[in-house]
């Protein structure tokens, strides 16, 4: 069993930054590729971002390239998602989801979640 808690949402002007984590606790960490998905209110949820267990392979959603990067530090048991330049369409809540093994980019393929942290970005 794995838990997850996501935190650093908040309120924001178009063009700022925010720093989200994800921080899990539970089995073995770095066997579980972690993603973060988000969702705006009446849309489906939306993938974003993803990193494997050991860190070496990544993988986003074209509307986030050049603005977000995630990493993670293992021995912290944390992913975190930088978000520069942010835009008013990046409004949602943002969940963090684990699995153990490799990646994908539905949510239907994660096991884990967390609660979500609502990021707002004002225009």
């Known amino acids: 069993q794995v838990q997850l808690v996501e935190s650093g949402g908040g309120l924001v002007q178009a063009g700022g930054s925010l720093r989200l984590s994800c921080t899990a606790s539970?089995?073995?960490?770095?066997?579980?590729?972690v993603a973060w998905f988000r969702q705006a209110p009446g849309k489906e949820r939306e993938f974003v971002f993803v990193?494997?267990?050991?860190?070496?392979?990544?993988y986003y959603a074209p509307s986030v390239k050049g603005r977000f990067t995630i990493s993670r530090e293992n021995a912290k048991n944390t992913v975190f998602l930088q978000m520069d330049s942010l835009k008013a369409e990046d409004t949602a809540v943002y969940y963090c989801?684990?699995?153990?093994?490799?990646?994908?980019?539905?949510?239907?393929?994660?096991?884990?979640w967390g609660q979500g942290t609502q990021v707002t970005v004002s225009s």
């Open positions: 989801a684990a699995r153990e093994g490799t990646w994908y980019t539905r949510p239907y393929d994660y096991k884990y």
């Open positions: 990193i494997s267990g050991s860190g070496g392979s990544i």
């Open positions: 539970g089995r073995t960490f770095s066997n579980y590729a």
